[in-house]
């Protein structure tokens, strides 16, 4: 069983404030990772990805991922109200050929004017 | 670019109703393409995957089935509908290497009643 776990939240930040959402994963060979946002009623869209141990920035949006404890987490610096939405944490476990992602059930997030 | 187009946005059928759903890839050959379920306030279920045309392979044994009839187009059907076949149905594509994220269409919200 590949799972792959979040907190469901809600999490709720100010305006500004930094946004962090983790993510757990049971399969130690899973060797891709991505961040998905899914705004209310709508598809989720790719915001990271992330394939080797240490940080990646992109704009306000940091991944970090460690492999050794099996975590991958999203900051999200100077959080909008705009940012509102559920993330998604996908994992593509090892030996997968086929692009099959497992995803966590999501983190609600809440950024408050 | 690739885009992703899958249609309709909401259907509303009654019990026991057939269903199709149709979803189409431009810009990009020999995709994976995958259907997945989000039931209210559950994660992500793949439903069907495909590597090509006529191959299909099925992650849940259901009243559902998939088809490729070609390289780019993916159907999701059903010969009779049930009230638990509600949910959000999503469309999406990946290309062959098993460490890409995957990118989905707009979906297509289905009520069952």
């Known amino acids: 069983q590949k799972e792959v776990e979040q907190n469901s939240g809600p999490l709720s930040v100010p305006e500004g404030a930094i946004a962090s959402l983790n993510c757990t994963y049971s399969d130690r060979g899973s060797q891709s990772f991505f961040w998905y946002r899914q705004y209310s009623g709508k598809s989720p869209e790719l915001i990271m990805s992330i394939y080797s141990n240490g940080d990646k920035e992109d704009g306000r949006f940091t991944a970090q991922l460690n492999k050794a404890s099996q975590y991958v987490s999203l900051l999200i610096r100077d959080s909008q109200p705009s940012d509102s939405a559920t993330y998604l944490c996908a994992v593509n476990p090892r030996g997968s050929t086929l692009g099959r992602l497992y995803f966590g059930r999501g983190t609600q997030l809440t950024v408050w004017p | 670019s690739q885009t992703i187009h899958q249609w309709p946005a909401t259907l509303v059928q009654p019990v026991g109703s057939p269903l199709s759903l149709e979803c189409t890839v431009e810009?990009?050959?020999?995709?994976?393409l995958y259907w997945y379920r989000q039931a209210a306030g559950r994660g992500l279920q793949l439903l069907f995957y495909?590597?090509?045309?006529?191959?299909i392979s099925s992650e849940v044994p259901q009243n559902l089935s998939a088809s490729r009839p070609q390289d780019r187009q993916f159907i999701l059907s059903s010969k009779k509908l049930l009230l638990s076949d509600s949910g959000f149905y999503l469309c999406?594509?990946?290309?062959?290497?098993?460490?890409?994220?995957?990118?989905f269409g707009n979906g297509t919200r289905l009520t069952v009643t």
């Open positions: 810009g990009t050959s020999n995709p994976n």
């Open positions: 495909s590597v090509g045309i006529g191959q």
């Open positions: 999406a594509w990946s290309v062959r290497t098993g460490d890409s994220p995957l990118h």
